[in-house]
């Protein structure tokens, strides 16, 4: 995917969902959260964990798009995540490692839309 | 004197000559990053090559598309001034002093972020071209939680999420006190930069004990109680002996801190929130007048915020949504809407920290001061679940959440925030007169007042957040003049910023004095005589 097709992607975002990518794949099982011991750097976290600590702070509370349940092409989310779209700072590898990104990129693609979200 | 100036106009102004890259930096090869004065492509690749030796080649980052994260910044920046030429990311206090070191030798600049999201002050932008960003993230341990003293030693990548999630975990009955912003801010990083929280541990410098410091030399310093063997007091008293060291590395470039000590707030038995309501714009002076003889006898012990509606509305809310687009947003309008949601012109944020028995003593004689000010003092009985009320709620006792980067989709969807934060004593007629001041230089330059009164102890953070459209290239180069004509002309009336981003820093120092630069010169240049650690930081070169 070149650089200038991720960035229509990217401006698409606010658009509605297209439920038949939105059912592609399914959500991975759910992994138990790491706990970051005293002395320790903090482990590499879940895409569930990253997504509540970070992401889930503003997509689907009204002050960013919903990013779930949209079937958003993954190097589309990991592009974002290293950029930052418009209102979104970006988040460099030292905040979101490369590990974690990749599987936080599969699983916002394949996860399906919670109803507790809301947002515009 | 003639050194310093030399300094500032080597790194801060004249480019012409320097050297330049064609990577990184949202550079192209039309219009490639500069590097630092004086530095030459070969010092800047050696110096990318040892860092890679003491790192590892996957924590530096050089090329264009590496260092774009380093890049996204709000500030208004219409040259595409406050660039890096690249990062480096330490995991250790040998691996800092390692690079420094190495940052000697080839006379590369280093810019130090903890977790680089202060927001609207420029997040992991350096000050002046040519920088290497240092970025300590990956220094995140939480060293030591001590839940008698209620204290704790932390390294500067740590986030107020991961020191939170640490006490919950472990339920260690101690609170954090956040920024607006505390998920993804660094607590070190905070109180280095002297920025302010909303419990009653709220102006964080106050509440930091004990530091560890890599000096410009390589060497390491502990300040307080640090540097004595056996000692335990190096997070329970602040002072040490002689000269207190702890504030040169507040908003400086004189070393790098790796540890920094805190206290933390013991979780009291009851906690109530209040809201106070005022219904109009020029209720200004009064509720600042009513709130002065709480905050100064310490009856409401905590940094309230004083929030404007367009300042509250716009968290939520698109602009477009009060007003048509282009049209002045009116005062009847945002009361309109600020009715509407439950709020006043006005509201003021603050809560009560105790027992059941202390805040009965104390709310009666509150609630009589504020009433007389003509405000509706509300809880959350009244509140309920009101958004703006929750988040208020939620901040004051060290929750977290990041509500306010909604402000950034206020005007158009191009992400333009610049924090302007000038300091007055806690008096009406002084914010009237601010509040006057402010509005009519934003509304001249097509921009909103969307602002807030932080009122400390005897202090107000008048915090404005000048919200535009960076897409727009037009408006992001009239929140560029704007910003500037807000810090000089409120300057003139002797009001100068607490804080502020890299987009104003040598503006702001100017205000401060030329007394003052040249003392902060002198101990720059007799410590770092390579500058070496952040050129330009707080205007200090």
Known sequence: MTRSMLIMLAAALPLPATPALAQQGGAPAVALPVRQALGKVLPQRSPEQVYAKVCGYCHGRNVGPIILGRGLPAEAVRYIVRHGQNAMPAFRPTEITPAELDALSQWVSQSPARKEEHGQ | ?541
């Open chain 2, 1 to 541: 004197m003639s050194l310093d100036l030399d300094r500032r106009g080597l790194l801060g102004a004249g480019l012409v000559g320097a050297a330049s890259i064609g990577l990184g930096t949202g550079a192209s090869a039309a219009s490639p990053a500069p590097l630092a004065p004086g530095r030459s492509m070969a010092d800047f690749t050696g110096a990318m090559k040892a860092f890679r030796g003491v790192v590892g080649a996957e924590w530096v980052f050089g090329d264009e598309d590496a260092v774009a994260p380093y890049e996204k910044a709000y500030i208004p920046d219409p040259a595409h001034r406050y660039k890096p030429v690249g990062a480096v990311c330490p995991q250790s206090l040998e691996e800092v002093q390692a690079i420094v070191r190495i940052a000697n030798q080839y006379r590369q600049p280093l810019w130090t972020v903890s977790t680089g999201k202060n927001m609207g002050y420029g997040m992991t932008s350096p000050a002046t071209p040519g920088q290497v960003v240092l970025d300590l993230k990956r220094m995140n341990r939480i060293l030591e939680v001590d839940a008698e003293l209620g204290t704790c030693l932390l390294e500067p990548g740590v986030t107020y999420q991961q020191l939170k999630d640490y006490l919950d975990d472990n339920k260690i009955p101690l609170w954090i006190d956040v920024p607006t912003v505390g998920p993804i801010a660094s607590p070190v990083g905070n109180t280095l930069d002297r920025g302010v929280g909303y419990t009653p541990y709220g102006e964080h410098f106050m509440f930091q004990c004990g530091m560890e410091v890599v000096l410009p030399s390589g060497e390491v310093m502990r300040t307080g109680m640090g540097s004595i063997k056996g000692s335990t007091a190096w997070q329970a008293f602040k002072w040490g002996y002689g000269p207190y060291l702890d504030g040169l590395f507040t908003q400086s470039n004189f070393g790098i801190v790796t540890k920094m000590g805190m206290w933390l707030m013991p979780r009291p038995p009851v906690y109530k929130p209040f809201m106070v309501r005022h219904g109009d714009m020029a209720d200004v002076p009064r509720i600042i007048e009513a709130m002065r003889p709480l905050r100064v006898s310490n009856l409401v012990a905590n940094c309230n915020l004083m929030m404007s509606a367009s300042y509250q509305l716009a968290m939520f809310k698109r602009r477009n949504e009060i007003v048509p687009d282009g049209a002045p947003l009116d005062d009847d309008s945002v009361k309109k809407a600020a009715k509407a949601n439950g709020l006043g012109m006005w509201n003021t944020y603050f809560a009560l920290y105790g027992t059941d028995q202390t805040i009965a003593g104390v709310e009666p004689i509150i609630r009589a001061s504020l009433t007389a000010s003509g405000g509706e003092v509300l809880t959350a009985a009244e509140m309920g679940d009101n958004p703006w009320f929750h988040h208020h709620q939620t901040l004051m006792q060290g929750g977290l959440n990041l509500d306010e980067i909604g402000l950034l989709r206020w005007r158009g969807s191009g992400g333009g925030l610049a924090w302007f934060a000038p300091v007055a004593a806690a008096r009406g007629v002084e914010a009237q007169r601010q509040t006057a001041l402010a509005r009519e230089i934003v509304s001249r330059h097509g921009f909103d007042y969307t602002a807030a009164y932080a009122i400390g102890w005897r202090d107000l953070h008048h915090i404005i957040a000048l919200l535009f459209d960076k897409a727009d290239a037009a408006e992001h180069q009239r929140a560029d003049d704007c910003y500037k004509e807000l810090v000089v002309r409120f300057g003139a009336q002797g009001w100068a910023s607490y804080r502020t981003g890299v987009n104003s820093m040598d503006l702001v120092a100017q205000q401060y004095g030329e007394v003052n630069r040249r003392f902060n010169a002198t101990l720059k240049h007799a410590i770092d005589p390579n500058g070496i650690l952040a050129p330009g930081k707080s205007g200090i070169f």
